[in-house]
Nanobody, 123 residues
Framework: QVQLVESGGGLVQPGGSLRLSCAASGSILTINDMGWYRQAPGKQRELVATTTSGGSTNYAEPVKGRFTISRDNAKNTLYLQMNSLKPEDTAVYYC?????????????????WGQGTQVTVSS
């Protein structure tokens, strides 16, 4: 089995910074696309940023220029550096990954979600 565990959320003042991490563990063979999503109270989950295994990145318009997604393939870890945070960035942030893993009998591909980490931007 595979797990995604996020960390790094918390309370920060407007204009501040946070760095989220997402560590994947288990019988992982390959991690393909990875991404961060967020869900604010009363709203649908939305894309924040994604990255491919080759390092290509994509950002949602509201976070362009403020957030940076990166990954350490050797550590199976995804990061999100968030700068110039705004109150509207307040949400639960979720890690997502397409993972090829060993089931014990054969290789299987599955899309995994982490449990989420709360980010609150408030003075």
């Amino acid at each position: 089995q595979v797990q995604l565990v996020e960390s790094g959320g918390g309370l920060v003042q407007p204009g501040g910074s946070l760095r989220l991490s997402c560590a994947a563990s288990g019988s992982i063979l390959t991690i393909n696309d990875m991404g961060w999503y967020r869900q604010a109270p009363g709203k649908q989950r939305e894309l924040v940023a994604t990255t491919t295994s080759g390092g290509s990145t994509n950002y949602a318009e509201p976070v362009k220029g403020r957030f940076t997604i990166s990954r350490d393939n050797a550590k199976n870890t995804l990061y999100l550096q968030m700068n110039s945070l705004k109150p509207e960035d307040t949400a639960v942030y979720y890690c997502n990954a397409d993972i090829l893993y060993w089931s014990g009998i054969y290789a299987r591909k599955y899309n995994y979600w982490g449990q989420g980490t709360q980010v609150t931007v408030s003075s």
